[in-house]
């Protein structure tokens, strides 16, 4: 789904009514009835009261379109103008002026005083409207406009905003001087991107794209720079695993990380990328934290490399990296290596040599930076995740420059330096929620790289550690491209299995059916759930009506399900079992483990 700035949404509005003939009158008119259905799906029953907020422009007469549809459905609805209604003039005038005459109550906000005697109306009220300012703001919002703001967030009611909060940036998601803090935004024919841009995706809560009957074509022009990924790119994007899947089958990543100090780095780091579907990582550390990563690691395999005197990776670690090459699928560089000369080295010779794509993250980046105007002679597909702080040593700018507005200064920086423009230049911002529609989270680099994503992200950081470069870098090594599929997240995936299919609705059947075999397999799962969380496994196989077997699992890893009750044993894991060599004493109950082989033999490898 594409995403407009406000220019771009201007832009449509004029071609819509010049070159289409839909006049501006029609644009209001489906704009207000789909802000009145929002309304309605969010309180199903009529007879509630409805307050609406409506400024003097376009935004405020799509606001008195809605009070006379939401009337007309069994609502009491009260407009509040800011302004008096003899100054609102086009359009918004005439909707205006027959919610009047149809005997629609409006009260004018002019004064404080006015404001201190519409808030009981407004505590009372079931549902506010904001229709008060909308994408063509472009300054900070004062006086009684900034008073009616802070009236509406503190009422403690459910918000709607039409198109986008009073007091967000339609373009940057800046917030100008105050805004809404709206729990649903019902937008217009599509996205703006200041509802996915922080501070302002903090203030929309749910979009809802409402179609004002703008010709699809306009919508989806691929002269339109971003685009939202959504649910329906999961589908086409996932790759679904076949029930015979291993660990070789999803990819081998290679991971250089750490210094003295910064071992969790590196654990995070491969840990995460594991986690997030890397059928197999190594870990590649300076040789005397080996040790230390052999402990905390599981099944992430861990490798010592020649270090510095002062026992970090560098360029004398290059010949045993090399050497590592081969078999691997995708590289990562950075996490806790440290800001030193002889790590801007070692990248540099690395990425003269990797023909996979390759990851540079964290002090991988900040070493990196003198010399990141080489990645134009690559020919592998390199990325980069830097957060705020390091895109700004990669373009020398001020981080609060960056934060005002990550996507300008994405693009104003990818088009004089064209390195940046070869590789995937990721800000990632923070979302709590998963998977919930169009909640993505901003990739911005230049005009021709143009995805914004990828969705889920919060999930990650809160698990961890905001290790999004290696979430990607999970993506790659299993095989993705660069683009959607690189923004592919299976861990957002199973989030949202667990929060949506069990918590609450089964929002996602579609998507789950496309992603689990009809035989739920565990270890095959993108999580390794057997190895993680049994009863959760249990759950998510117990709600989607599939049965469970137990395979590609250690010996200790099927005694341990075993003995906690979960699923039977397919043909395979029995196999081993009866060959399990003399002396290994397996921990079960003996009538469960021969229930199990029965039942196992009796209906082949699709266990029971």
């Not at 910064?262 to 491969?270: I, L, Q, V």
């Not at 420059?401 to 300008?408: F, L, P, S, T």
């Not at 169009?438 to 230049?446: D, G, I, K, M």
């Not at 799962?525 to 989607?544: G, S, Y």
Request: hydrophobic share 45%.
């Amino acid at each position: 789904m594409k995403a407009a700035d406000a220019d771009t949404i201007r832009s449509i509005d004029r071609i819509a009514i010049e070159k289409y003939g839909i006049t501006g009158l029609e644009l209001m008119e489906n704009a207000g009835r789909g802000v009145a259905d929002v309304v309605k799906s969010a309180m199903p029953s009529p007879g509630g009261r409805i307050a609406i907020m409506a400024g003097k422009g376009n935004n405020g007469g799509d606001g008195y379109v809605a009070a006379r549809h939401l009337h007309n459905s069994g609502f009491k609805v009260t407009v509040f103008s800011l302004g008096r209604t003899g100054e609102i003039k086009g359009d918004a005038a005439l909707n205006a002026a027959s919610w009047l005459k149809m005997g629609g109550e409006v009260r004018e906000l002019l004064s404080s005083a006015d404001l201190k005697a519409a808030e009981s109306s407004l505590r009372h009220s079931s549902i506010v409207v904001d229709a008060i300012f909308g994408t063509g703001l472009e300054k900070d919002i004062t006086g009684i406009h900034a008073e009616t703001v802070d009236l509406v967030n503190s009422v403690d009611k459910k918000i709607i905003s039409v198109d986008i909060p009073s007091g967000i940036h339609a373009t940057t998601g800046a917030v100008l001087g105050r805004a809404v803090k709206a729990h649903i935004t019902a937008t217009m024919a599509m996205p703006k991107l200041g509802l996915f841009l922080f501070p302002g995706r903090s203030f929309s809560g749910i979009v809802e794209v409402v179609d004002i009957g703008v010709p699809k074509e306009m919508v989806e022009d691929e002269a339109i720079r971003w685009n939202i990924i959504t649910e329906g790119d999961f589908r086409k994007s996932l790759k679904p695993r076949k029930p015979e899947s291993h660990k070789s089958t999803h990819g081998h990543l290679l991971v250089l990380a750490g210094s003295p100090g910064m071992t969790g780095a590196a654990y995070m780091a491969s840990a995460s990328a594991m986690r997030a579907g890397a059928g197999l990582a190594t870990l590649g550390v300076p040789g005397s934290l080996n040790d230390i990563m052999e402990v905390k690691t599981t099944e992430v395999m861990s490798i010592g490399l020649p270090e510095t005197p002062d026992k970090m990776l560098g360029a004398v670690s290059f010949d045993a990296i090399k050497a590592m090459l081969p078999g691997k699928t995708a590289v990562v560089i950075g996490p806790g290596v440290g800001n030193t000369p002889e790590m801007m080295r070692l990248i540099e010779m690395l990425v003269q040599e990797v023909k996979v794509p390759i990851v540079i993250d964290a002090d991988g980046l900040n070493s990196f930076a003198p010399k990141i105007a080489s990645l134009k002679a690559l020919k592998a597909e390199v990325v980069l995740t830097p957060h705020p702080g390091e895109m700004a040593v990669l373009t020398g700018i001020g981080k609060d420059e960056i934060q005002a507005d990550r996507v300008d200064a994405a693009r104003r920086h990818a088009a004089v330096r064209p390195e940046l423009l070869q590789a995937l230049t990721s800000m990632m911002g923070r979302d709590e929620q998963v998977l919930e529609r169009y909640r993505p989270v901003l990739e911005a680099f230049s005009d021709n790289v143009r995805f914004v994503g990828p969705i889920g992200a919060g999930s990650i950081t809160k698990l961890v550690h905001n290790c999004v470069g290696r979430v990607l870098t999970a993506a790659l090594a299993e095989g993705f491209t660069l683009g959607v599929k690189a923004g592919m997240d299976p861990l957002a995936l199973f989030e949202s299995i667990r929060d949506g299919v069990i918590g609450r609705r089964r929002t996602f059947d579609g998507l789950i059916d496309q992603f689990l075999t009809r035989t739920f397999e565990p270890a095959a799962f993108t999580l390794r759930l057997a190895h993680k969380d049994v009863a959760l496994a249990t759950a998510v196989a117990r709600e989607l009506g599939v049965p469970m077997r137990l395979t590609n699992l250690t010996l200790e890893e099927m005694t341990e399900a075993l003995n906690r009750g979960w699923g039977e044993l397919d043909t395979r894991a029995f196999t081993m079992l009866q060959q399990e060599r003399a002396g290994v004493r397996i921990a079960v109950d003996p009538e469960r483990l021969k229930a199990a082989l029965v039942r196992g033999s009796r209906s082949g490898t699709e266990g029971t």
